[in-house]
């Protein structure tokens, strides 16, 4: 099966947000990113103060809403639901885990506000090889819902055929790659095509740029399990039939 996925979009992608898109062949829908603990919920003020306002969310209410929002979409539609999450620690992580309804946790390794990159959250995962592991390890050990892990690609420094073989030998279910290229519009095809092949059992869900089935059968070609979309779809439509690819 092709995984087809509707990327996380942080104050955007809510059930309704989920339920609108799932009709246009998405079987997996993202919600969140959520901030999952304290620390992210003061890193996620921060941000907020200088305008980004999708960043708002309590950690205290966190595991009712998402209990309630994937309720939501499983008694609506059948796909998928994967949660989007921000966190220093891999507890609060594994908490939403236990959510009958969640299917999937993603393990947000992707944000790159400085607030929350200072606390060790998001990309900052992507620096320290050795708490990469040991964090999604322990995600995987104790989780009781599939695990997926979003990173970045072309991040200065940072080698992605490394991080895609750690996690890979971490045992999560899905590598979720922004193949973003920076200065272009388009998806780094290149380097999905280099880390697909690092992979031995996770699925690599490729993600950017994806605005058509040209674009998404371009980026399966390169060696991709699944694509997932974010922009294309941020209006609450898709100009084009998932089920086609
Ligand atoms: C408004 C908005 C909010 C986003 N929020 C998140 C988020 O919370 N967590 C995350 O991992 N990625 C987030 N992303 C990144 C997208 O999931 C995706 O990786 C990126 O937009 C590239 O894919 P696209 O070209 O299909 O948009 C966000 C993107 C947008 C546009």
Redesign the pocket.
């Known amino acids: 099966m092709i995984l087809k996925v509707l990327?996380?979009?942080?104050?955007?992608s809510n059930a309704r947000f989920c339920l609108k898109l799932a009709p246009y062949g998405f079987n997996m829908v993202t919600l969140?990113?959520y901030n999952a603990d304290k620390p992210t919920v003061r890193a996620a003020k921060k941000i907020m103060e200088r305008g980004r306002l999708?960043f708002d969310f309590s950690a205290d209410e966190l595991p009712y809403i998402i209990q309630e929002e994937a309720s939501l979409i499983k008694n609506n539609a059948d796909v998928m639901v994967s949660v989007?999450l921000r966190a220093v620690s891999p507890d609060p992580i594994i908490e939403i885990s236990k959510i009958k309804e969640v299917d999937v946790v993603e393990i947000?390794a992707?944000?790159r506000q400085e607030e929350l990159t200072s606390i060790g959250c998001g990309q900052a995962l992507l620096m320290d090889f050795e708490r990469l592991e040991d964090f999604t390890r322990e995600v995987v050990i104790r989780s009781d819902s599939k695990v997926s892990v979003?990173i970045r690609g072309n991040v200065p420094g940072i080698d992605e055929s490394e991080v895609v073989r750690i996690l890979d030998n971490s045992g999560v279910d899905y590598i979720h790659l922004?193949a973003?290229k920076p200065g272009f519009d388009c998806a780094d095809l290149k380097l999905v095509n280099r880390v697909s092949k690092m992979i031995k059992k996770a699925d690599l869900i490729g993600?950017?740029?994806?605005r058509d089935l040209e674009s998404a059968r371009r980026m399966l070609k390169a060696g991709a399990d699944g694509i997932?979309?974010?922009?294309?779809a941020?209006n609450g439509k898709l100009p084009f039939d998932l089920s086609l690819l």
Do not use: F, L, V
């Open positions: 990327a996380p979009m942080a104050g955007i969140g990113g999708e989007n947000n992707h944000c979003k922004d973003m993600n950017n740029s994806i997932s979309i974010a922009r294309a941020m």
